[in-house]
Nanobody, 121 residues
Framework: QELLVESGGGLVQPGGSLRLSCAAS????????MGWYRQAPGKQRELVAT???????TYADSVKGRFTISRDNAKNTVYLQMNSLKPEDTAVYLC???????????????WGQGTQVTVSS
């Protein structure tokens, strides 16, 4: 069973920083695009950032210049460095990845369980 497990969330003051990690585990043959999404209470899930296997990145306008996505292909891990955090960044952050199972050979899209980020004084 392929899994995505996030870590690194927590409570931080406005202007502070956090680094999220998401590690993929299981019988993985290959991972293509990985990304971070977020969902605040009462709001729709929204894209935060994505990164391809060759490090091509995209960002939501609201986080450009403050957040940086990166990945370590050897560790099957994607990171999100979040700086200059604002109260409006408060949300559950979810990891997403397109992974090919070594068992089935098929590509599927996977979601992690999410990690809470709260920005408050």
């Amino acid at each position: 069973q392929e899994l995505l497990v996030e870590s690194g969330g927590g409570l931080v003051q406005p202007g502070g920083s956090l680094r999220l990690s998401c590690a993929a585990s299981g019988r993985i043959l290959s991972i293509n695009t990985m990304g971070w999404y977020r969902q605040a209470p009462g709001k729709q899930r929204e894209l935060v950032a994505t990164i391809t296997r060759v490090d091509s990145t995209t960002y939501a306008d609201s986080v450009k210049g403050r957040f940086t996505i990166s990945r370590d292909n050897a560790k099957n891990t994607v990171y999100l460095q979040m700086n200059s955090l604002k109260p409006e960044d408060t949300a559950v952050y979810l990891c997403n990845a397109d992974m090919r199972s070594r068992w089935s050979g098929l590509w599927n899209n996977y979601w992690g369980q999410g990690t809470q980020v709260t920005v408050s004084s």
